[in-house]
């Protein structure tokens, strides 16, 4: 060893009186601007829809119930809690998260003894670092998945303003495939959906290319998916969580391309039915509409004998004889109807309960009785020059239309009204009209103001697209009438529709006039039922059946159900039609 | 660039090439004159310093690729070499003679995608997984979750909830 070996590690002792490069106070330290720290997360903005439970690749994130969150329609009230002994802060969650409340501060510091603490709920539980502006959060200049929805082949305004050829061509197989790898599979949808549909798992289905499993999971909860598939509300669309960074998935067009894609006579096969056992009991449904025949399939599914009561010549209520063909061909509907048919379900068509046939015979000859009979009675604005013979309810041309009835289509016309009835009458009328005249000379006139007009956005821009003319936030006042003969609609201005309970009350101003010329006009405001056939059963104040949970009335054979309980829309009167069989099932076992 | 690009062309099978950046651009070689082609960069072309030596897993096409990220300081600009190899058996040759520095990168990548490079350096010797006893973790067959839950044990009195079956207690219980 030589000298120099020795005296080497003196010379440190220099370091003594240098200035010393530790910090003094490390928890000074400040993170990168984008630095992954502890997360903070939006409470309003989270939406609980746990894709970053699903993303976590180290199964850190549970999604948990908080005080103060509550759960209602497109909200789980769920929050995720962090267990930061497995957390990676790889910010995945933070990347796929939809709504974007759930982001990462820049803060990494913090010390303490008991392992507990630090699985916490960002936001739930306060933390120093919760108002950081700074720390993690996704770029814009990426996302995980497609935030605008595959857009669905549709005729031209030319192509459909005359005829009553289907509108929207559907999904090919390419385009589906592609919309349906959009869903997360949250399944925030299913409890808004009224029949609460089981959506993610059709639309993972549809991703599979497995038409068939798809075809089983539509027909748990909803018999009807080529009449849903093409005129569903689709209340479902509104509160998926897709909409947060673009466009909501196209639920509809998924649950029509499952659909379209089975051949009718498979149908049997797939969705085993094909030896049902039948037991003795029988049941009567009244009307052959969403909610009668999503009954009447549950209810020959467990085995009872199911005959059916319709006023009119084919089945489908409502969807045949209100919707127009243009949304909903007949032929889609027979499709539907026919695989209800050949569980053994019987049809007698063109019987009126209460005029051909006494309820009372129902009873006597059947164990339980499910009357759902829809409203068919349109509602008049009852303005003076409303009782003129050229003055028509919407319901009724739209029925008379497909029953292959003439419509003395007129040149001018205005439809009041501001919902999708209102459309359906005005564009009906101006394809007769273009047919007729070879233009369009029509006017939608409603109380609401645009932003709050009831019909579906769509079908105000296709209206606008056929050439009619919207003219919403007018009140009818009377229909001028010179020489027995219409000359057109008075209007005055609509300030309101709503009071500030939210009822019906609107407010004028008188001296905002308009006059829209018209030799014809359609009210379109509302529809009545007709409940006469069932005199004596229980109403409520709102001069509704009184039913229970399971549409049971206040006569224990009696189940009333469909649009004159609930609605009105076809996925409710399914949903409550299913719900209806239940309860008759019950009823019957007990 | 492009002048370059086609100079190169004479010399070398450039099978695609990608002007992605005006400062970045990507050429594809095959396997056996990638290192011929980087060392020439090296060499002749200014392209002295060696930024990064990574890979992308394709499983679908059972191949790894490879790329060599090369900068010339006088053009103030990237040149990357993308090399496609097998993936049952990756082997590439090393280049830790080129710039030393690459034999952390080729250790690197024989731990996280279990690409051999013969001769390089302590390519075997464990880089940040000591005691490693899975498939390489980068390999895209490695089930993240599936290894998390299987190593780590979960923190007692966690309870999770789905926001479907939640919802369905919550909202519409007597369906």
Same mark, same amino acid.
């Given at each position: 060893m030589s000298l120099k070996d020795v005296l080497k @590690?003196?010379?440190?002792?220099?370091? &003594?009186i240098l200035e010393p490069?530790?910090?003094?106070?490390?928890?000074e330290r400040q993170g990168a601007p984008r630095y992954r720290g502890f997360h903070q997360n939006d409470l309003e903005k989270c939406?609980?829809?746990g894709t970053c439970e699903e993303i976590c690749q180290n199964a850190a994130i549970d999604m948990v119930p908080v005080d103060g969150v509550e759960t209602k329609p497109g909200d789980s009230g769920l929050r995720p809690q962090i267990d930061y002994g497995r957390?990676?802060?790889?910010?995945l969650c933070v990347d796929i998260c939809t709504t974007n409340s759930l982001t990462m501060s820049n803060q990494f510091q913090w010390i303490d003894? #008991?392992?507990?603490?630090?699985r916490f709920t960002p936001g739930a539980d306060?933390? =120093?670092?919760?108002?950081? *502006?700074?720390g993690y959060r996704k770029p814009e200049?990426?996302? &995980?998945?497609?935030?605008?929805r595959v857009k669905v082949e549709e005729l031209h305004p030319e192509e459909r303003?005359?005829?009553?050829?289907? !509108?929207v061509k559907g999904f090919s197989k390419e385009q589906a495939m592609r919309e349906s790898d959009?869903?997360? *599979?949250?399944? &925030?949808?299913i409890a808004t959906c009224p029949a609460h549909m089981g959506i993610p798992s059709y639309i993972k289905a549809v991703r599979n290319d497995n038409i068939e499993e798809g075809l089983r999971v539509l027909y748990e909860?909803? @018999?009807?998916p080529e009449i849903c598939g093409r005129?569903?509300?689709?209340?479902c669309e509104t509160v998926?969580?897709?909409?947060?960074?673009g466009d909501p998935l196209s639920i509809r067009w998924l649950k029509r391309y499952i659909a379209d894609q089975?051949?009718?006579?498979?149908y049997q096969k797939i969705l085993g039915t094909e030896n049902l056992q039948k037991n003795k009991k029988k049941v009567a449904i009244i009307g052959a509409g969403p909610a009668g025949l999503s009954a009447a399939y549950y209810l020959s599914l467990m085995g009872y004998q199911v005959k059916i009561f319709e006023?009119?010549?084919?089945?489908?209520g409502m969807t045949r004889y209100g919707i127009p063909e243009y949304r909903l061909p007949y032929d889609q509907i027979d499709k539907d109807v026919k695989y209800i048919e050949s569980l053994g379900v019987e049809f007698q068509f063109n019987t009126k309960i209460?005029?051909?046939?006494?309820l009372e015979k129902l009873r006597k000859d059947f164990d339980a009785v499910y009357a759902?009979?829809?409203?068919?009675l349109g509602r008049s604005?009852?303005?003076?020059?409303?009782?003129? *013979?050229?003055c028509y309810q919407a319901v009724d041309l739209l029925r008379e239309y497909t029953l292959g009835q003439e419509i003395d289509v007129q040149e001018k016309i205005v439809v009041i009204g501001g919902g999708n009835v209102a459309m359906d009458i005005g564009r009906t009328l101006a394809r007769l009209q273009n047919q007729k005249f070879g233009k369009v000379q029509l006017i939608i006139t409603s109380l609401e103001s645009e932003d709050i007009m009831p019909a579906d956005r769509e079908e105000i821009v296709e209206s606008r697209e056929e050439k009619i003319r919207i003219e919403p936030g007018w009140g009818p006042k009377d229909i001028k009438i010179k020489d027995q003969t219409i000359q057109g609609l008075n209007v005055i201005k609509c300030l309101?529709?709503? #009071?500030d309970e939210g009822r019906f009350n609107p407010v004028f101003d008188t001296d905002q006039k308009n006059f829209f010329e018209a030799d014809m006009v359609v009210e379109a405001i509302g529809q009545g039922m007709d409940?006469? =056939? !069932?005199?004596?059963v229980v109403l409520t104040e709102r001069h509704k059946v009184k039913v229970d949970k399971n549409f049971?009335?206040? *006569?224990?054979?009696l189940f009333v159900g469909g649009d004159i309980v609930s609605g009105p829309d076809a996925i409710s009167a399914i949903g409550n039609g299913h719900q209806a069989a239940k309860g008759i099932d019950q009823y019957l076992n007990q | 660039m492009k002048e370059l690009i086609a100079r190169l062309k004479k010399q070398f099978k450039i099978t695609d090439e990608v002007y992605q950046k005006p400062d970045q651009t990507y050429i594809t070689v095959p396997q056996e004159q990638a290192v011929a082609l980087v060392t020439h960069l090296r060499d002749y072309?200014?392209?002295?310093?060696?930024v990064l030596l990574t890979a992308v897993d394709w499983i679908e096409e059972n191949l790894f690729q490879l790329i060599y990220l090369l900068n010339n300081n006088d053009f103030k600009a990237d040149l990357g070499v993308r090399v496609m190899i097998d993936r049952h058996e990756a082997t590439m040759t090393s280049i830790h003679h080129l710039w030393k520095a690459a034999a952390t990168y080729q250790r690197e990548l024989k731990e996280m995608f279990g690409i051999d490079f013969p001769?390089?350096?302590?390519?075997?010797?464990?880089?940040?997984?000591?005691?490693w006893d899975n498939?390489?973790?980068?390999?895209?067959?490695?089930d993240t979750k599936k290894y998390s839950e299987e190593t780590y044990f979960p923190r007692p009195g966690r309870t999770t909830h789905d926001p479907a079956e939640y919802m369905k207690k919550k909202l519409y219980p007597e369906d």
């Open positions: @590690p003196f010379t440190a002792w220099k370091n &003594l490069v530790s910090i003094k106070k490390p928890l939406i609980g829809c957390c990676c802060w790889c910010a003894s #008991d392992p507990e603490v630090f306060p933390k =120093y670092w919760d108002n950081s *502006e700074l200049l990426y996302e &995980l998945y497609n935030t605008e303003d005359r005829s009553f050829i289907e !509108m959009r869903c997360v *599979e949250c399944g &925030l949808c909860t909803n @018999p009807l005129v569903c509300t689709h209340k998926c969580a897709m909409q947060y960074k089975v051949n009718s006579r498979d006023a009119l010549e084919k089945a489908g209460g005029t051909d046939i006494p759902a009979t829809g409203l068919h604005t009852r303005i003076k020059g409303s009782d003129h *013979e050229k309101s529709v709503f #009071d409940i006469e =056939y !069932m005199k004596g049971q009335s206040s *006569e224990p054979w | 072309e200014g392209f002295n310093h060696l001769g390089s350096p302590r390519v075997d010797e464990p880089f940040i997984l000591e005691g498939i390489p973790p980068y390999r895209r067959d490695f």
